[in-house]
């Protein structure tokens, strides 16, 4: 899969840490385009099942690409308590537990090591 240049580096420095960290990482794009470079993927760690995003042009979010853990635990507590998609993300009693921005580096290593 082709990756937008700044989600493609994201991914590759990702695959090299979680590779000398002997972890495994499923990539899978989000929303494939063969006419043009995929936007983003989500990514997980296998072993510790931990999620991320990596994406690019995200509304209402500054910078050339953006990288998010993603709480699988309290989304789904919050999908059975009737939160909506929007809620969670932006209301501020969750204060970005469920969806939480972080730099590249800090993103790695949640996902790698935990």
């Known amino acids: 899969m ?3 240049h700044p989600v493609n580096e994201s991914v590759k420095k990702l695959l090299e840490v ?3 960290e002997d972890v495994d990482i499923n990539v899978v794009p989000t929303f494939p385009d063969k006419a043009r470079k995929t936007l983003s993927c989500i ?18 979010v500054d910078g ?3 990288h998010f853990v ?8 919050c999908r059975a ?28 290593n949640f996902i790698v090591n935990g």
């Open 64 to 66: 050339d690409v953006n």
């Open 43 to 60: 990514v997980q760690a296998t072993d510790t099942d931990r999620f991320g995003i990596i994406s690019v042009n995200v509304e209402g």
């Open 18 to 20: 979680a590779a000398q």
């Open 81 to 108: 308590e009737g939160f909506t998609k929007e809620q969670m993300v932006s209301d501020s009693s969750f204060d970005g537990k469920v969806l939480n921005r972080r730099d590249r580096d800090d993103f790695i």
């Open 70 to 77: 993603f709480n699988g635990k309290l989304y789904d507590y």
């Open 2 to 4: 082709k990756f937008v």
